[in-house]
């Protein structure tokens, strides 16, 4: 792995276990150590004062948060020459902002722990009645019906909610009647085990279904079985060990953490950047495409005369532009999984 940045580029900087978020303050001059500035541990979100170090034969890989590479440093040191994107870069870089992830920082510091039916889960369910969408997780259903359910979490456009319903003790009607109903569309990365927990455990039917999985399936992923982590490093660039690996992650144990808080938090978060990611860059490009085809039929017209009558006629002529879209997504799920 080459270490070629700018000073003052926002890098993730993947470990083995580890995951940092930082600002490049020094590279040494054999190239084979970084200082970051400015430094917070992605997985728990904390901030690390002082400047951090890391080593070349530590480090398992770095990405470039996109906005640095398109608009370039403002570093003293910055040598425009090096603005050039390459494949390699592309490559090298996320396709998520700092903007994004400084918002999704700030969105996991504010979840909501809900344990009880009182005001704060009332005002919950208004929110998440009011969405379009929202992104749905269950924590340790791995099992299905066989697992008790612990905590449903739920992340709409501004805030996220974490439900306990271990604590809670069942799903109350109020959020049945938002699970069940078929909007708001529920987010989810691999729908299967859930849907089966909820329906056996919960006596929920969950409807209003978009799957990150399928819809990755459909796009023509292959049909091996893609997790949330696999799926974040195809389509947003993002390190492998981004979400923190729970292996020794207790979800049944009360009571409950703000560690695990923020690990649920996160994985709903960044399922709304995998789910807005396919649907528009993948589901809805062709459609994209024929919308701007259609929306420049008056514009890319040299003859102005001809636009003007064709404008003032009312013929709605450039109506032929407009072709149908074929989606091509007959997704086919196996059943034998």
């Known amino acids: 792995m080459e270490i070629n940045y700018n000073i003052g ?19 040494n001059k054999d190239r084979t150590r970084i200082e970051l500035c400015n430094v917070f541990d992605f997985h728990t979100g904390e901030k690390i004062s002082g400047n951090q170090i890391f080593y070349k034969s530590d480090i398992k890989s770095i990405k470039i948060i996109n906005n640095d590479i398109v608009e370039g440093s403002t570093s003293g040191n910055h040598d425009p020459s090096n603005d050039i994107i390459t494949e390699a870069d592309k490559q090298a870089t996320t396709l998520l902002t700092s903007c994004e992830l400084q918002e999704i920082e700030t969105h996991c510091k504010n979840a909501q722990y809900i344990f009880k039916t009182d005001r704060y889960y009332h005002d919950a369910i208004k929110d998440m009645r009011r969405q379009n969408e929202i992104v749905l997780n269950l924590e340790s259903c791995q099992a299905g019906r066989s697992t008790r359910t612990t905590i449903i979490t739920v992340a709409t456009r501004q805030n996220v909610y974490v439900f306990d319903i271990l604590s809670l003790g069942r799903v109350y009607p109020e959020l049945k009647g938002v699970l069940e109903a078929p909007r708001p569309k529920k987010i989810i990365h691999d729908s299967r085990k859930i849907v089966d927990n909820l329906k056996y455990r919960q006596d929920v039917e969950l409807k209003g279904i978009f799957d990150t999985y399928a819809a990755h399936i459909g796009v023509g992923g292959d049909k091996s079985l893609w997790k949330l982590e696999d799926c974040l490093k195809k389509y947003l660039n993002l390190p492998e060990n981004f979400i923190i690996s729970e ?91």
């Open 9 to 27: 580029q926002s890098l993730i900087v993947e470990l083995e276990d580890e995951c940092f978020v930082g600002e490049l303050k020094l590279v």
């Open 247 to 337: 292996k020794n992650i207790n979800w049944h144990e009360r009571p409950f953490d703000d560690n695990r808080k923020t690990i649920t938090s996160k994985k709903v978060l960044f399922t709304y950047k995998l789910y807005e990611c396919i649907l528009h860059d993948h589901i809805l490009k062709k459609f994209y495409k024929t919308c701007e085809i259609f929306a420049n039929v008056y514009s890319n017209n040299k003859d102005s005369v001809e636009v003007a009558s064709d404008m003032a006629s009312n013929k709605n002529s450039s109506i032929n532009e407009i072709e149908d879209i074929d989606l091509d997504l007959p997704i086919e799920m196996e059943t034998d999984r």
